[in-house]
């Protein structure tokens, strides 16, 4: 039996790409089945001089502002799959393997390294400085799932905001990166910088050639320099999902609205929604990103598996917030697997309401009581895109939309029970 492929998948859509003058951003967390993620908001900080802060496994000097954040996040580990700021930035990570082995030893995650750019990057371009940054100072490392079965990458990152989007990959402490201004763009889990490299570290190149990568004659193509000679399965595996979202991607090019990207998102026959074997898509995210700054970006985040199933819920940063505690899960303090020596020992119930309820749910989906429950969830998603499309569009006054996230989640809820 062939392995199904096991990947993450993000996407992004600027102008012309577009439908409206709107860059869209989307991305499928596939993580092990069982995992719960948390949807779970930061307000804007400001941190007194030579604080630090704890990441997973590792404690780093804090800066003294950040940024307020939105973030889908496996609930066992502090940074996120996904997420975006108040400024304007969404970023989504990839695993990777390398030519450059993976260090032993606890680092910063991949997923540290999303929330880090995000709290701190006002832009696309300043959250992958601040990625880079942070690699080329901690290093990434550690296990990657809450299992004491030894599971570690690299990453890639899509980085998008209002104007552009970045595609940044990573080899240990190396990385290449490459600026999209204009079109459709996907990543997933494989290397997809050639020789279009717009930015990189100094010192990519000498080493590439000391380690007998290239010869320094023609062209660099980051990419078939740094790819492994026998790439991991899942990578090879993965291809067809990276083919599969770029023809649908393109079949749309022009066209891509956030309706659109919920459907390639929800799209099974090409691997990209995955809902069997070990590793499943645990969490979902879709960003509408107006050029036009004086109206506000909508996020929508399912909190829940399988989007095929799930429905996409919009968020909005607002100063009158209101708090979703229903989407977050329990707490565990010290006595978490993940903080005990050695680590992941044990499992813990980290499932939210939100997640108990949908699991609930998906039993009695094949019944006609859960298929006409979802069918309702899913004509009310379509109503809210249809109302937040007229609120872009200038066509109906935009509210006090602090609250939408909240009525969204507890409508979801007790239409389950």
Not at 120 to 144: D, K, M, N, P, Y
Not at 198 to 207: N, T
Request: glycine share 8%; net charge negative.
């Amino acid at each position: 039996m062939t392995e199904a492929a096991r990947s993450c998948d993000c996407f992004v859509s600027l102008p012309p790409g577009s439908q409206d003058d709107h860059v869209i951003f989307g991305k499928n967390a596939d993580r092990p089945r069982d995992e719960v993620q948390e949807v779970i908001h930061f307000p804007a900080s400001s941190h007194p001089p030579g604080s630090t802060v704890e990441c997973t496994y590792i404690q780093i000097p804090q800066v003294e502002q950040t940024h307020a954040v939105i973030l889908s996040k496996p609930a066992w580990m502090w940074g996120a799959e996904m997420g975006a700021n108040d400024q304007g930035v969404c970023i989504g990570n990839e695993a990777i393997w390398t030519k450059e082995p993976v260090a032993p030893g606890e680092a910063l995650l991949g997923m540290d390294l999303v929330r880090l750019g995000l709290e701190r990057g006002g832009s696309a371009w300043a959250a992958l400085t601040t990625i880079t940054e942070l690699l080329e100072e901690h290093g990434q490392g550690g296990q990657c799932k809450e299992d004491p079965v030894p599971f570690s990458y690299h990453n890639t990152f899509l980085l998008v905001d209002r104007t552009e989007a970045w595609v940044l990959e990573t080899a240990g402490r190396l990385w290449a990166a490459q600026k999209i201004t204009e079109g459709v763009k996907n990543i997933s889990n494989q290397l997809t910088i050639g020789t279009q490299v717009s930015a990189e570290h100094p010192e990519l190149r000498s080493v590439a050639r000391a380690q007998g990568w290239w010869d320094a004659e023609g062209e660099f193509n980051f990419s078939q320099v740094f790819t492994p000679e026998k790439p991991p399965v899942r990578m090879e595996l993965a291809k067809q999902r990276y083919r599969g979202g770029t023809e649908l991607l393109q079949r749309h090019a022009g066209a891509v609205t956030a309706a659109v990207m919920m459907s390639i998102l929800r799209d099974k026959p090409s691997g990209i929604c995955m809902d069997s074997g070990g590793f499943c898509t645990t969490g979902s995210m879709v960003s509408i990103l107006p050029r036009d700054t004086t109206l506000p970006c909508i996020h929508f985040l399912t909190g829940t598996p399988d989007p095929s199933r799930s429905v996409f819920k919009p968020f909005v940063f607002s100063d009158r917030y209101t708090p979703v505690p229903r989407v977050i899960s329990p707490q565990y303090g010290p006595d978490d697997p993940v903080r005990k020596q050695p680590r992941f020992q044990s499992q813990v119930d980290r499932r939210h309401d939100l997640y108990k309820a949908h699991q609930v749910a998906l039993s009695t989906m094949e019944t006609g009581s859960g298929e006409e429950i979802h069918h309702i969830l899913r004509e009310l998603e379509s109503q809210c895109l249809s109302e937040i499309s007229a609120l872009l569009s200038g066509d109906i006054a935009g509210e006090e939309l602090g609250d939408l996230f909240f009525d969204c989640v507890d409508t979801e809820i007790k239409l389950y029970q």
